[in-house]
């Protein structure tokens, strides 16, 4: 059962605390510039942002942009990391084709310079701020098209902290598979001794059985042992596959680092589902009937959500709420809004760290309300 309306937000007390901000889930047109092939099954795609939109387009270093594009007649969204600096006055992305994947491969085969793509603004909270500490030492795990956020991280940390030192463990099948290789190799000569690139291959032998084999928590362990001092670094960023984020957090925090150092951002959601939290464990209740207000952009949409059969994401698009969301997954965080009245659980959580959930944000597309009332800002 579905009731909903709409409202501006002059008549609310909620949505005048949201102020001027461009709008949350809107989807802007870019040209794309170039295409560059970086590896065999990978390309870096270089959008132009017309004058008027280079605010909107400010980015942080490890940000991702969520594109739309109706393939084969269907609306597909997709999220992908910048691997650009902030720096570097460029706003360029890398997709990496992946078997039955309908915008990378688009975007692999038929994407070409002068194209036009739908982009919502640069979002996500994979950095640490900068210049905050003197001589701080940073270490990075990727796995494949991991390394794009981390490239972006890599070459913005390098040029803003002058005395900072950084560790990348770089894990691939073999030498042909590693995106970015010659950049990774020009970064080493640039910032001579201040980075450390580490290639580990899966199917590849380098000599050194420390390098060979797959990126996992026993590895992390051993380079902890080699590398680097655990207990002495600012920051660790994992980017790849959910399995591997798991064991390498596992290992960080066996060998005493704590959690609030570990930086993770997921490109596909682990195997096993992860509870969002331990109160998950206690049972919805499915008789609740709950009074649900989502604002976005200042807009307040109203609806009652019962029987807990759909998230607040979808029971939002169901009341005709433009809310942002891609993966639906738990895994991109596009779906993200503050919680600013009553409450709701996520069914799961792989993209919020610890210290936004206490906030009161939630991913939308897990969450069922578990209040009477709820409001939930996509503003905040
Ligand atoms: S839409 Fe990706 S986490 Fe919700």
Known sequence: MWNFFKKRSSESDWTKAAGQKSETSAFHRLHVKEVRRETEDCVSVLLDVPEEQQTDFHFIQGQYLTFKKTIGGEEVRRSYSLCSSPLDGELRVAIKEVKGGRFSTFANRE??????????????????????????????FASGSGITPVMSILRTTLKQEPDCHFHLFYGNRNSQSVIFREMLDDLKNE?????????????????SDLLKGRLDGEKCMAFGKTFFDPSGIRAYFLCGPGEMIENIQGALQNMGVAKERIHYELFSAPSAKKPASEKKEKQLDKKLKAQVTVILDSDETHFEMSGNRKTVLDAALDAGADVPFACKGAVCCTCRAKVLEGTADMEMNYALEDEEVEEGYILTCQALPTSEKVVISYDE
């Open 191 to 207: 910032f001579m001794g201040r980075l450390e690139v580490h290639h580990i291959l899966s199917r590849e032998d380098q000599g």
């Open 111 to 140: 994407l070409q310079a002068g194209d036009e793509l739908e982009s919502m603004t640069p979002r996500g909270s994979f950095h640490v701020p900068l210049g905050t500490e003197a001589g701080s030492q940073y270490v990075a």
